[in-house]
């Protein structure tokens, strides 16, 4: 069965350094998020992504954070300078269609550790 | 804002017992869906409900939508340990558009 897949499962990196999150959505998928999940809370949207550019984003997604599709296939979340609040679970999700009966189908996520 | 409160958080149960998880809302939502999180993985899909009173079952498991969009439950029959997990629902309220989670229910089946 088709899969989102993420890389790397875990990212440690120091404050202040910039981080890039990779997610490979399922192939014919046209629309695309990222969610977080901190430790021990809900699973928050960042970011959702159609038609080359953002549709929606969160108050989360500020100017330190990015996304790309730079190719046909990849999907990217960049953050600038992180910060240690930046630490948690980050999910890619991908969709096929606008209905709702298309449900968004989720990766593994990447751990990102600040230190 | 729209909020999802998801209760009991947490449950704990005997293999063989039945149970129901309930997903609240004040809002009303256009579709809803239910996932199961293993610790260190992402949310799975279970299942989509769309349509008020909407009634979907899978094998033990059967998810109902609320007449008026705003809940929605699942409920588990005879539940083994295999069931153990973190279940989720998240809501919709529009086209191609963000999931709003609620906090989730742990569930624990013991043998």
């Known amino acids: 069965e088709p899969e989102v897949t993420q890389t790397p499962s875990h990212q440690v990196t120091q404050m202040g350094q910039e981080v890039i999150l990779r997610c490979v959505p399922i192939?014919?998928?046209?629309?695309f998020y990222w969610y977080r999940q901190i430790l021990g809370q809900k699973v928050e949207f960042l970011v959702s992504?159609?038609?080359?550019?953002?549709?929606?984003k969160s108050e989360i997604f500020d100017d330190q954070f990015s996304v790309e599709r730079p190719d046909g296939s990849n999907f990217t979340l960049k953050i600038r300078s992180t910060k240690l609040e930046d630490s948690a679970m980050y999910f890619c999700?991908?969709?096929?269609?606008?209905?709702?009966?298309?449900?968004?189908?989720f990766g593994d996520g990447t751990r990102l550790s600040i230190l | 804002t729209q909020l999802l409160e998801q209760s009991p958080q947490f449950l704990s149960i005997q293999e063989g017992e039945n149970l129901t998880v309930y997903c609240n809302s004040s809002?009303?939502?256009?579709?809803l869906q239910w996932y199961r999180q293993e610790p260190g993985e992402g949310p799975v899909l279970l299942v989509t409900?769309?349509?008020?009173?909407e009634v979907k079952k899978l094998k033990r498991l059967t998810f109902q939508f609320g007449d008026a969009r705003k809940d929605s439950s699942l409920h588990i029959t005879a539940a083994q340990p295999g069931d153990t997990g973190l279940y989720l629902c998240?809501?919709?309220?529009?086209?191609?558009?963000?999931?709003?989670f609620g906090q989730g229910t742990e569930l624990s089946v013991k043998p």
């Open positions: 999700a991908s969709k096929w269609g606008d209905s709702f009966n298309s449900p968004q189908h």
């Open positions: 192939s014919n998928h046209l629309y």
């Open positions: 992504f159609y038609n080359n550019e953002i549709s929606e």
């Open positions: 809002s009303v939502f256009s579709s």
């Open positions: 409900v769309v349509t008020g009173g």
């Open positions: 998240a809501g919709t309220y529009n086209q191609g558009g963000k999931l709003i």
